[in-house]
């Protein structure tokens, strides 16, 4: 695990986007997953700033979404499908059938069957299929929960999980119902991909920053591997990049940190 601090949120988005591009202009028909939130905003800006500036080339990228919420259609301004148009695929050249996010809508599956549903099930195999064929990720973007969620793997999710779906804790409900007029209307189920699906990616780069963060990026870099933190299982990551602002890194011990 290389773990990177920079002093501010602005550094640390522009030394990940540095990543990404340096691996896209190696592979122009690169795989690449993505996550949605507060936190990847700044690397998407400078992804923009690339394209827009340096001409970078995103037309053979693939990409695939980490998770969507269960309800929302792709045209509710909170459903993933929507933020990504929003803040990175409208601004780039990206062709929209290698973009891949998680379906959110089910029609009238009842609650409770989401997990069996055989279209629902069917759906999460073909997911799993598309990365497969895609070539698999090449390089995996996560933003972490405050519980030390990635992707919406909430605390006790199997380490070896594929792409399914799950109900979102109270904790992440009411982190995300920033977004949303009422805690009513944030949504209790998510598609998500699983940590088994996302350790397979040939490289990771996760973002964390604010003191929101500083106990989940703690108990991932220096707690034991545990289901109850699952970003703990990038330990087991052989190439994952941890990249962090000084308040996200401040529960670190200091001889874990490379500085930036
Ligand atoms: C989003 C996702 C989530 C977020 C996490 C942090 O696609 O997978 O795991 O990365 O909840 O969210 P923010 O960045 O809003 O703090």
Known sequence: MLVIVENDYDIMCQVA??????????????????????????LY?????????????????????LDEYIGLPPTHNQSYAYFMQDHLFRHINISPEKIHIPQGMFGNISITAFETDPVVTDFCRWYEQEIATAGGIDIQILGIGGNGHIAFNEPGSS???????KTLTKK????????????????????????GTIMEAREIILLANGPGKSWAVKTSIEGPVTAMCPASMLQ????????????????????????G
């Not at 202009?25 to 949605?36: C, D, E, F, Q, S």
């Open 17 to 42: 986007a540095k990543m990404i591009v340096d691996r896209l202009r190696k592979k122009p028909n690169l795989v690449l997953g993505l996550a949605t939130g507060s936190t990847p905003l700044g």
């Open 45 to 65: 800006k400078e992804l923009i700033r690339y394209h827009r500036e340096e001409g970078l080339d995103f037309s053979k990228v693939t990409t695939f979404n």
């Open 159 to 165: 380490l070896g999980s594929r792409t399914r779906v």
């Open 172 to 195: 992440t409900r009411i982190d995300n119902a920033r977004f949303f007029s009422s805690m009513e209307e944030v949504p209790k189920y998510a598609i998500t991909m699983g940590i």
């Open 236 to 259: 087991m990551h052989r190439k994952s990049n941890v990249i962090l602002d000084q308040a996200a890194a401040s529960e670190l011990s200091a001889e874990f940190i490379a500085y």
